[in-house]
């Protein structure tokens, strides 16, 4: 029974982390059919090629590392993180994960746990929740659905953006190994810029990101490539502009700026950036996968 909580702590960890190898089977519907809309975050993992990163992922504390071998359990995993909790029901996360061969185990310690409580989703599927983890767990063969509201959705999925599938694959190589987008963007990263004193406004509603392994690298480092949207292609040239003189503020240290912060932000304007219409894309240089997990991390502090 120990094991159980172990599985789902894993699956709520791994959505701090968000396409499928060539020619492997997604999500019936597609990788985001069993997400909700209203969320902040939304994306798609490879699991089995994302390991290294999620080994270095935080979560309230918990570290990764302690659930390494639970990664096994799962191939794919595509997540949701909503705004805080509103009505009773409502939930602040959504996770679905399969794999590609197989079952998950687990499913029979849920009937045999008394702190689990057999529940009927809106949907008129059944669930299992637990009070005490905060949980609410279905497991169906090949694949599970974790939240801490209702683990299934009542009306249409979150529809992708536009662009999302163009930053699937690069030229060459594998595709992403995880993709997705944020939604209501400018809001925590302004709020950075603003910590670190630095006077301007990101004009973006929507940031896609996607990760990706370096070509040629034995030394197994990532690169990150994000599409920031914005509403129209003068705004995207302005917007080059803007990058230009946040890169000159972060040579030009200030006593209100925080160093650690500066050097998370570093990577991100280590290349030009590169206009696509209303888009502009900012791609990173070869990343460590502590350098990665030490991005998602930090980044996330803001969006809470």
Same mark, same amino acid.
């Given at each position: 029974?120990?094991?159980?909580?172990?599985?789902?702590?894993?699956?709520?960890?791994?959505?701090?982390?968000?396409?499928?190898?060539?020619?492997?089977?997604?999500?019936?519907?597609?990788?985001?059919?069993?997400?909700?809309?209203?969320?902040?975050?939304?994306? +798609?993992?490879?699991?089995?090629? /994302?390991?290294?990163?999620?080994? @270095?992922?935080?979560?309230?504390?918990?570290?990764?590392?302690?659930?390494?071998?639970?990664?096994?359990?799962?191939?794919?995993?595509?997540?949701?993180? +909503?705004?805080?909790?509103?009505?009773?029901?409502?939930?602040?996360?959504?996770? @679905? /994960?399969?794999? $590609?061969?197989?079952?998950?185990?687990?499913? /029979?310690?849920? =009937?045999?746990?008394?702190?689990?409580?057999?529940?009927?989703?809106?949907?008129?599927?059944? +669930?299992?929740?637990?009070? =005490? +983890?905060?949980?609410?767990?279905?497991?169906?063969?090949? &694949?599970?659905?974790?939240?801490?509201?209702?683990?299934?959705?009542?009306?249409?999925?979150? &529809?992708?953006? &536009? @662009?999302? =599938?163009?930053?699937?694959?690069?030229?060459?190589?594998?595709? =992403?190994?995880?993709?997705?987008?944020?939604?209501?963007?400018? $809001?925590?990263?302004?709020?950075?810029?603003?910590?670190?004193?630095?006077?301007?406004?990101?004009?973006?509603?929507?940031?896609?990101?996607?990760?990706?392994?370096?070509?040629?690298?034995?030394?197994?480092?990532?690169?990150?490539?994000?599409?920031?949207?914005?509403?129209?292609?003068?705004?995207?040239?302005?917007?080059?502009?803007?990058?230009?003189?946040?890169?000159?503020?972060?040579?030009?240290?200030?006593?209100?700026?925080?160093? &650690?912060?500066?050097?998370?932000?570093?990577?991100?304007?280590?290349?030009?950036?590169?206009?696509?219409?209303?888009?502009?894309?900012?791609?990173?240089?070869?990343?460590?996968?502590?350098?990665?997990?030490?991005?998602?991390?930090?980044?996330?502090?803001?969006?809470?």
């Amino acid at each position: 029974m120990r094991l159980l909580p172990g599985i789902l702590v894993f699956l709520v960890l791994a959505s701090c982390a968000s396409a499928p190898r060539v020619n492997v089977p997604v999500s019936p519907g597609g990788e985001f059919a069993s997400l909700a809309p209203g969320g902040q975050v939304y994306f +798609y993992a490879d699991v089995k090629r /994302a390991q290294p990163i999620l080994a @270095h992922v935080t979560l309230k504390n918990i570290n990764m590392k302690q659930t390494a071998g639970l990664l096994e359990q799962v191939d794919f995993l595509s997540g949701a993180v +909503y705004p805080p909790k509103g009505p009773p029901g409502s939930r602040t996360m959504l996770l @679905h /994960a399969w794999r $590609r061969r197989g079952n998950i185990p687990g499913g /029979a310690a849920l =009937a045999l746990s008394s702190q689990w409580k057999k529940t009927t989703s809106r949907t008129g599927a059944r +669930y299992w929740h637990s009070s =005490a +983890y905060g949980l609410s767990v279905s497991i169906q063969k090949a &694949e599970a659905f974790v939240s801490d509201g209702d683990p299934f959705i009542d009306g249409p999925p979150i &529809e992708p953006p &536009e @662009h999302l =599938a163009d930053l699937r694959r690069q030229a060459e190589g594998p595709p =992403a190994l995880v993709l997705g987008w944020v939604e209501d963007a400018g $809001r925590p990263i302004n709020k950075f810029l603003s910590t670190q004193g630095i006077p301007f406004k990101i004009p973006t509603d929507q940031i896609l990101f996607a990760l990706y392994e370096a070509p040629a690298d034995a030394n197994r480092m990532y690169e990150v490539v994000l599409r920031v949207e914005t509403q129209n292609a003068g705004q995207a040239r302005g917007l080059a502009s803007i990058l230009g003189l946040v890169r000159g503020f972060m040579e030009a240290v200030g006593p209100g700026m925080d160093l &650690e912060s500066l050097e998370t932000l570093r990577p991100l304007l280590a290349n030009p950036p590169r206009q696509d219409g209303s888009g502009l894309l900012i791609s990173t240089g070869p990343m460590s996968d502590e350098g990665i997990a030490l991005l998602l991390n930090r980044f996330a502090v803001y969006f809470r």
